[in-house]
């Protein structure tokens, strides 16, 4: 496995595999778990080799705090991409490699999609996305990028950047892979005390609740059900949960046959933020 943090050595190394071979790509902020495990497997199942790139983005972040807390764990990410099978380049490159010297995002016109949920609460966090994978996507020019559902939202994103900006590139969405209490992985976990990662349980157990009650229940009742489960945690806060159209991710009161549906949360346990969702219908 190859560990490459210049632009040009990667496209040197990635030169074998661009006649005839499928280059995969999985984009990631490090700190690897066995969720994104899971994509690079995906992603060499159906490739020739896999880049895997692991870059802390100061750009989507709009709180420095978090920025700075965020998990950096190469050696170790190193270690895990090494027991898989196959051939996987790691892109670990400084900001100033991809940035040159400016990182500052670009504004995108993403549509309705980048305002709700996500991109209200994390002002300008879909714009550093987009910038960074702008980028990405452009040195590493794979045929396939693997995205977890768990950013089932940055997934549409996604989706609507390579639209804007031309990419040949095709956008593969891969289920959550989850903690043995039901927690959705994120490299945000390690930051979990064990008494707050066991409380981040209640976010699935809401979640799975949700969609049984969804089959009986109003939209209403079932926002209101969630508010009570958060108030009674004295671990958890609960910052969004919403039920909204699985494609134009506007928040739904009421629902109408024939739609597709997701319920999405966001909670703070101290200062780390989760988010989950899942597909009611
Ligand atoms: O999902 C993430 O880890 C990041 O948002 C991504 C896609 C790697 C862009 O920095």
């Not at 879909?126 to 994978?133: A, C, K, N, R």
């Not at 900006?165 to 979990?192: D, F, T, Y």
Request: hydrophobic share 40%; with cysteine; net charge positive.
């Amino acid at each position: 496995m190859g560990i490459y943090t210049k632009r040009e050595s990667l496209i040197q190394a990635l030169l074998p595999f661009r006649k005839n071979k499928r280059i995969g790509f999985v984009p990631t902020m490090g700190a690897l778990h066995s969720g994104h495990l899971s994509l690079v497997k995906t992603a060499l199942e159906a490739n020739d080799c896999v880049v895997v790139s692991i870059f802390v983005n100061p750009t989507q972040f709009d709180n420095t705090g978090d920025l700075d807390k965020y998990p950096r764990t190469l050696e170790v990410d190193v270690d895990l991409l090494n027991t898989l099978q196959g051939k996987v380049f790691v892109f670990a490159p400084e900001a100033s490699v991809l940035y040159n010297d400016h990182v500052v995002a670009k504004t995108y016109r993403f549509g309705s999609i980048a305002n709700e949920m996500e991109g209200k609460h994390r002002q300008g966090h879909f714009d550093g996305v987009g910038t960074v994978l702008n980028i990405l996507f452009r040195i590493v020019q794979p045929d396939a990028a693997y995205f977890g559902e768990k950013d089932y939202q940055q997934l549409q994103i996604v989706k609507k950047l390579v639209q804007i900006e031309k990419l040949p590139v095709q956008i593969v969405g891969c289920p959550i892979v989850r903690e043995n209490n039901g927690l959705a992985m994120s490299s945000r976990n390690k930051r979990l005390t064990k008494a707050q990662f066991e409380a981040a349980g209640l976010i699935s157990k809401t979640l799975f609740e949700a969609k049984e009650r969804f089959k009986k229940q109003s939209i209403d009742q079932i926002n209101q059900w969630v508010s009570e489960q958060f108030n009674d945690s004295s671990v958890l806060s609960l910052e969004y949960f919403e039920i909204a159209n699985a494609e134009t991710l506007k928040t739904v009161e009421r629902r109408r046959s024939g739609n597709k549906y997701r319920a999405f949360i966001a909670a703070f346990a101290g200062d780390v933020r989760l988010i989950d969702n899942i597909a009611l219908n």
